[in-house]
């Protein structure tokens, strides 16, 4: 373990506690909120933390802390178990802290490896060790069993300097970075003679951040295209009713007929509540209603396969082009491993749980003349959907519901997310949403036009189709997988190396 190393002031002895309570802050740095730069001294605390601990102290310690950051930011899920789901409200709980105490295993391994490889240079450890182990267990995070990335570290930075890495290394590299300034912070305060060496390079970090603001990844292919965005509002407990059904359609048709010197008109996921074959008149309606004034809507609906019975979460366009969801939200639109969560119906009410996912070779959609990155709900949570459609789509839609989590953090943590997508592509994103936050975000995460949260509404602004290719794009999340198994190998041989020759 780490031991008062070249100088350095170790820790005195810390509560559990506190490690916890520095973790159950870190929600804080993310919308609403919006205190971006409260992570660096609480990830340098963090790091504090770890100093002069075992690898097992380290791995608790790392669970601690992101079961404090997670429990606070997935309470919003108690909404959709409990309000929507008629879930008892301790079996809601219940299912929140079973999420955050399987996420914080991943902070945890992260503060176990670097310890386990990085523990003998505490420089090493909190420059390298914590930063680029931090980024592969967040990187898993976001793939196994589906993956839930969550309260990515990187995403809470859309507002300050390091947003302009996105486009070069993700908000994963972002991520990456926090963790590496946190630790020249660190260093600066434990030993104050490398404050002289760690403070300017510290400050260039983010002046190097503001030099590539400068840079455009990608060019206007298009003149301006104006776009109108419908939120109805509706609560989610009123979607589905029967006599709500006609209503809504009647109100999307009058938007669509308020806003036909649009050239665009998008209706949130599951805008239709009911199957297109179902609401076929009133479709055709819309259709013809688009072509006579030469708009184009694109819609959230419900597909259904007459052979195969199954049906998909899907965007359908009045030029008849569609979408259908590929990257479902386990428990709420599917049932993974049916036979363990099955108990789970008897008390949680999962309305949508047995939708079909859309296959992943889909075409791209064609909209307003362009081919389109679409993704449905929280697939732009995910770097991958987004990427998967790059460089090829020319801007990128969302449409979500997050009428599930009402006036919670989870709509402004979801708009942030899809900020940060726009800037990872460099392309205009559109979201169009039940309740809010429906947007239209420029190339570099800008909000041009955004509504208010439960707000009845329809926004409008322009969009420019986008040609062109991020660093990002190009290579992913590779550089930092690269660099974390590399870095891990290296130590893990000189390791076995040195115990070799001591023996």
Known sequence: MINKLNGFMTQP????????????????????YNLSYLLFPLLSVFGWFLLDQSNGRSFWRGWLFGFGQFVVGFSWIFHSVHTYGHAP????????????????LFPGLAAYLAQRFFNKNITVFLLLGMPLMWGITEWLRGYLFTGFPWLSLGVSQVDTSLAFFVPVFGALGVSVIMLLVAGMILISVLQSARAKLFLPLLVSVFILGQLLALVNWSEPVSDPIKVSLAQLSIHQDQKWRAENKAPSMRWYLQQTKAHKDSDLIIWPETAIPSFIKRVAPFWEQVKKEAKASDTEVVAGVFIRDAETGRYYNS????EGDFYQKKHLVPLGEYMPFRSVFEFVRKFVNFPMSDIAN????????????YPVGASICFEDVFDREIRSSLPEAKFLINVSNDAW?????????????????????????IRSTNTGVSAIIGPKGEEFVTSQLFEKTTITGEIRAMSGTTPYVFWGNVPVILLALGLLGWRGYSNRVKSRSSS
Do not use: N, W
């Open 405 to 429: 989590f009402k006036k919670t953090a989870e709509p402004y943590q979801h708009h942030q997310i899809a900020r940060v997508r726009a800037l990872e592509a460099s392309r205009y994103m």
């Open 89 to 104: 409200a301790a079996l809601a709980v219940a299912m929140i802290i079973l999420l955050a105490a399987y996420c914080a």
């Open 13 to 32: 002895k810390v509560s559990d506690a506190v490690v916890l309570l520095t973790g159950l802050m870190i929600p804080f740095g993310f919308a609403p």
């Open 315 to 318: 965007l359908v366009s009045s």
């Open 358 to 369: 859309g296959a992943d070779d889909q075409p791209l959609m064609q909209v307003a003349g």
